[in-house]
């Protein structure tokens, strides 16, 4: 007798029609959470991720340095841009996640085409970005492997307040990175 598959949970809203115009937060993962996207120090000798004590003059002080993995996922974030015709309103890329708001505002659906949901974009994402990190692998003969995390995670924004909070949350979090929920 055949032991039956764990049924997978969705993590999408019941019944949402994820292509309607409106604004969504994305957070999408890296297999196991490597840090493998970019790094982020301050500007002290020894290049600490933490502020001490909180002092307000070292957080301005945060740099994002990108890998080369990482700046193909800024570059494809400007293709996907063309490519679904929305606005990525706000995006940092961390050691292991990505966050972005996206607007999607076009109505699509005069065309005869399915407008794209948001599960559409971010696969298309995740995709392109990996083809292309691929043919680098294969140039230096470097076995790929995944890197990406199963899935994403959205929220779906519900008013201008909320999108407000999301846009500081991202701008904020390279500075909070030590106490990140995705900091290993």
């Known amino acids: 007798m055949e032991k039956a598959l764990p049924v ?37 000798p020894c290049g600490r991720p933490h502020t001490p004590c909180g002092r307000p ?66 696969g298309g994402y995740k995709s392109i970005v990996a083809n292309e990190w691929l043919k680098i692998c294969k140039k230096n003969n470097v076995i790929m492997g995944q890197f990406w995390q199963r899935g994403y995670h959205d929220r779906i924004i519900r008013n201008e307040k909320e999108y407000q909070n999301q846009w500081q949350y991202i701008d904020e979090n390279p500075m909070k990175w030590v106490d990140d929920k995705y900091y290993i």
């Open 57 to 122: 003059d070292f957080d301005t002080d945060i740099k994002i340095t990108l890998t080369e993995l990482g700046e193909i996922c800024k570059n494809k974030i400007e293709y996907i841009r063309t490519k679904y015709d929305i606005s990525i309103t706000k995006y940092v890329i961390m050691p292991n996640h990505i966050h972005m708001l996206i607007l999607v505002t076009k109505d699509t659906r005069a065309t005869a085409r399915a407008a794209p949901t948001i599960g559409d974009i971010i």
């Open 8 to 44: 997978r949970k969705t993590t999408r809203l019941y019944e949402y029609d994820y292509s309607l115009n409106g604004a969504y937060s994305i957070t999408i993962c890296t297999e196991n959470r490597k840090n493998i996207l970019s790094a982020i120090r301050r500007g002290d």
